[in-house]
């Protein structure tokens, strides 16, 4: 009796030790967090160029006219889709009407005096051939008639700067576009040169930038660019088309023009943009940057501080704090902290803290 109890009481000990073995293995297991990782790798192209700006269309235009006059329909209105030859704007063109009726009738006079002089020179061509007329006679019709020729096309080329003016009376939409702007009503006077609208090409869209003296070296056109549009919170991708050469009317800073690649139907001109430009050249940073970026998302804030959580090799998270530099697009420069090839925590399953086993 005494040796079956012995026995139940080793079963006993021997089944705690397994269920405590298995409790702890299942509770370290549930203490690994899972974890997307990344490694901090060198970044080769550090030197960035970040310049504000803003988005206008590629193709727009303040239209005005060259004549005076009052101002008898304003066709179209602000934030109107308008087609390529579409009317605009017409102005009061009475007297333009008048000089018009007069050059076609100045037009039929001299068409009808080079029609009599071209059958007075092929009658008198006729009597010379039959020697019924003399060498100065024909010569006589034959400068009448190209008198007559030059008084016709005479006619016509003042018909042709009439129809020009008229042109300007009746104002048309030179391309396609949206009218972003009105400076006129009916009954206004219009004056040459004095915008009468504003009409923008909604197909097309740039960022206009301003880059100091100090960086525009490194910027060259076809380089690509990234477009982070305030507004909005997108970021997208554009490419240098213009690198100004002069910053002598510009306030010592250069124009640059970088075509946005895919625009987002929320872009609107006038939208303020930042436009990062990637030189590639690696300038000499100060306080011994090691030149290298991490995604923006992996950062930790607490107050003043930032860190991220890197992975130790005993797969445990542990916070380290970083002194950073400029945010481009999604990454953020690292100046101290980090090094290259180490592996920080991008996103996790569950909640970090310092010390935590995860499980990448």
């Known amino acids: 009796m005494k040796k079956i109890t012995s026995m139940i009481t080793l079963a006993t000990l021997i089944l705690l030790v397994a269920c405590s073995g298995k409790t702890e293995k299942t509770a370290s297991s549930a203490a690994a967090v899972s974890v997307q990782t990344a490694i901090v790798g060198q970044d080769q192209n550090a030197a960035v160029v970040s310049v504000s700006g803003k988005i206008e269309a590629a193709n727009s235009a303040n239209i005005s006219t060259r004549m005076m006059g009052y101002v008898t329909q304003l066709a179209v209105k602000m934030g109107q889709k308008v087609q390529q030859g579409q009317l605009l704007v017409s102005i009061n063109n009475t007297d333009i009407q008048a000089k018009k009726a007069q050059t076609d009738a100045g037009i039929l006079q001299a068409k009808a005096a080079y029609n009599n002089a071209k059958k007075d020179y092929d009658r008198f061509k006729n009597l010379f051939e039959q020697q019924s007329a003399t060498q100065k006679e024909l010569d006589d019709m034959t400068a009448r008639l190209s008198i007559a020729q030059a008084a016709l096309e005479g006619a016509q080329q003042m018909r042709n700067e009439v129809m020009a003016q008229l042109a300007y009376a009746n104002v048309r939409a030179p391309f396609s576009g949206v009218i972003t702007g009105t400076f006129v009503k009916e009954g206004d006077m219009a004056n040459p040169g004095m915008p ?54 510009t306030g010592g800073q250069y124009l640059v023009k970088v075509s946005l690649e895919h625009p987002d139907p929320k872009v609107l001109s006038g939208m303020f943009v930042r436009v990062d430009l990637a030189t590639g050249n690696q300038t000499p940073k100060q306080n011994n940057t090691n030149g290298i970026s991490i995604l923006s998302q992996a950062l930790v804030h607490s107050g003043q501080l930032s860190g991220v959580y890197v992975v130790s090799p005993e797969h445990k998270a542990l916070l380290r704090w970083l002194r950073l530099g400029k945010t481009t697009g999604n990454q953020t420069e690292v100046l101290s902290g980090l090094t290259s090839g180490e592996t920080y925590v991008v996103s996790a399953s569950g909640k970090l803290y310092n010390g935590v086993l995860v499980q990448p």
């Open 196 to 249: 009468l609208v504003s009409l923008e090409g909604g197909t097309q869209w740039q960022a206009v930038a301003m880059v100091p003296e100090s960086q525009i070296s490194g910027i060259k056109s076809g380089m690509k660019a990234s477009i982070l549009v305030k507004s909005i919170g997108k970021t997208l991708a554009g490419t240098v088309t213009e690198v100004s050469a002069s910053a002598q009317n």
